[in-house]
């Protein structure tokens, strides 16, 4: 039987469809069950032709959690915009929804999962995805009305993914820690976050007020 002949936008769905299924998986499941071949299967391609599009499951799952990276901005955005909302109360919405990613549909590697995708990186690859990941910490920070040199990018990052990671590992990868206090700890890391954010916003408004 003849292979069938894509067009560039057919192509272009198919790879949408392999980002948003690799998204989903992690989401429901995590990478240890998305194997390629259920990835292309989910997606209705061959595994030949899935090599077509990335070199790996690795850089598939580095493009999809690029491809999420324009819809988290957009929501920092309407939370910002949005009247109902407070300064704080948006970037804690916005906090939350990262920190329960699997229940707001939003992918959150495991710390396994980010050792198995780093072993499997060509430097330079892990290089590209690094300024991604800093140019995203950048923009959100924009988003919040907070000067460039008022938090440093990366510590944002920091900050921001640890309480991400540490919450999804409790209890099976950090069985040390108390998972019945897990969202607790998460509400005070993010106060603590945010009160950090507010004092930087504060000052620099301060400082503008006065010039």
């Not at 469809?17 to 299967?41: F, K, M, P």
């Not at 915009?81 to 495991?110: H, M, N």
């Not at 993010?190 to 930087?200: G, P, S």
Request: glycine share 4%; proline share 4%; charged share 25%.
């Amino acid at each position: 039987m003849a292979r069938k002949a894509y067009s560039e936008q057919e192509r272009e769905q198919v790879r949408c469809a392999l980002l948003a299924t690799v998204t989903q998986c992690i989401v429901d499941r995590g990478l240890i069950h998305s194997s390629i071949e259920v990835l292309c299967r989910k997606v209705g391609i061959s595994k030949t032709f899935f090599y077509t599009f990335f070199s790996s499951k690795e850089d598939l799952v580095l493009e999809a959690l690029r491809y999420q990276q324009p819809r988290l901005l957009q929501y920092a955005r309407q939370l910002m915009e949005d009247p109902s909302l407070s300064w704080r109360q948006g970037v804690r919405t916005f906090l939350e929804t990262c920190v329960y990613g699997e229940k707001k549909g939003i992918a959150v590697l495991s710390i396994e999962e980010e050792q198995e995708i780093y072993r499997c990186l060509s430097p330079e690859n892990f290089q590209t995805f690094r300024q991604d990941q800093i140019k995203l910490f950048c923009e959100l920070l924009v988003i919040f009305g907070l000067p460039a040199d008022g938090i440093e990018p990366r510590l944002f990052g920091n900050l921001a993914l640890s309480m991400m990671m540490v919450y999804k590992a409790i209890p099976d990868t950090m069985p040390f820690l108390f998972p019945e206090v897990a969202e607790d700890m998460v509400e005070f890391q993010i106060n603590a976050l945010l009160d950090e954010m507010q004092r930087v916003k504060t000052n620099r408004e301060m400082q503008n007020a006065q010039r």
